[in-house]
């Protein structure tokens, strides 16, 4: 259906423009300026990603750029010629991508002297020099910032361009010191599990973990030996767990688990046996055994919850894990009142 509204839409939009054509008035009298509405319709269109295929796209653009030209729209001529360098960037085609963005920045630059020339005639000699000074190095830098790319581009290999994508995006959702989720990522993860929860009817739970007092291994061994206990720590939890559960550090000494398809009994068994693993392993750093403890509060998913009531929930248990004595595992229960 979204494929026969866009051809019919587009038919539209010719039959529109061939009408115009043929009531024989004086072209110096026409205006060919397209309405807002239309404009945005039209580039809404060649947005579609999920039922145009990128052929189709590229042609819808040709299409859309013939008639900004026969209508000198160069306001819509720099939009098309946008998405088209994002198509081309998606598709991964270099050449033709500097192609488009080296005629983009062409028009770009026909516009401002345009505009330059306008202007120049409008406004005193003292702000006509400052505004060409301006516009002149604005467009020296695209310009050179489009050589640079372009070689950069043409001179690097596809495949080491890819690994350096993909380490980039691990980097932004790992934590630099322990290698797990970081917060961004796990909301992200959480997301997706409310989500195939409500599709599929699954359930799913949170455990929220903290080091009990662990502002006194800092204070008493350095912020060096903290960290290294908050890396074995994180070994400890990712290797204790299955390999469909989610381990990410939530913050400081915090640790969010998330379980997919357990239900509450079934991630406090999991807690538990988190818990009597650390509870019982020595952390030796210079020559010193330190040993740590957990407390743990679990919530259970529950349908038309949000990603922010679940976190809660999992927070409040812990919050009273922490005043009931630590090194213990509490259940969120529909009683408790939410802290935060």
């Known amino acids: 259906m979204k494929k ?21 008035v004086d072209n110096s009298s026409i205006n060919f300026s397209i309405t807002l509405q239309e404009n945005s319709e039209l580039l809404r269109l060649i947005q579609v990603k999920d039922s145009l295929t990128t052929g189709e796209r590229l042609d819808l653009c040709k299409q859309a750029k013939r008639m900004a030209v026969s209508q000198n ?10 998405l088209q360098a994002e198509i081309y960037k998606e598709t991964q085609d270099v050449e033709k991508y500097t192609d488009v963005i080296h005629e983009y920045l062409q028009l770009y630059t026909l516009k401002n002297e345009l505009e330059i020339e306008k202007t120049r005639k409008q406004i005193s000699k003292q702000i006509f020099i400052r505004n060409s000074f301006m516009i002149g190095f604005l467009i020296i830098l695209n310009l050179a910032f489009v050589f640079f790319v372009r070689y950069k581009l043409r001179s690097a290999d596809q495949n080491k361009l890819k690994k350096a ?25 959480i997301n997706y599990e409310i989500v195939r929860s409500n599709r599929n009817n699954r359930i799913f739970s949170i455990i929220m973990s903290d080091i009990d ?3 006194s291994v800092n204070d008493n061994y350095g912020h060096n030996c903290g960290d290294y206990i908050l890396q074995e720590l994180a070994k400890i ?18 640790f969010l688990l998330l379980l997919p398809e357990t239900n509450l009994e079934g991630a406090k068994f999991a807690a538990e046996k988190i818990r009597t693993t650390i509870e019982k392993n020595k952390f030796f750093y210079d020559k010193k055994a330190i040993s740590i403890t957990l407390t743990f509060g679990i919530s259970e998913f529950a349908k038309d919850k949000t990603v922010d009531t679940c976190v809660r929930e999992a927070d409040t248990a812990l919050y009273k894990g922490k005043h009931r ?10 009683s408790d009142i939410l802290i935060g």
């Open 213 to 215: 007092h662990f502002k």
């Open 237 to 254: 939890l990712t290797k204790t767990l299955r390999k469909q559960d989610i381990v990410s550090r939530w913050g400081g000494e915090e």
């Open 73 to 82: 729209n160069n306001d819509l001529i720099l939009k098309i010629l946008l």
């Open 4 to 24: 026969i509204y866009a051809v019919l839409l587009l038919t539209f939009f010719l039959i529109s423009l061939l009408a115009e054509q043929q009531k024989g």
């Open 325 to 334: 004595g630590r090194n213990r595992i509490e259940l969120f229960k529909d």
């Open 165 to 189: 994508n993909e380490k980039l995006k691990e980097l932004s959702s790992k934590d630099p010191l322990t290698g797990l989720s970081n917060r961004r990522d796990c909301l992200e993860k």
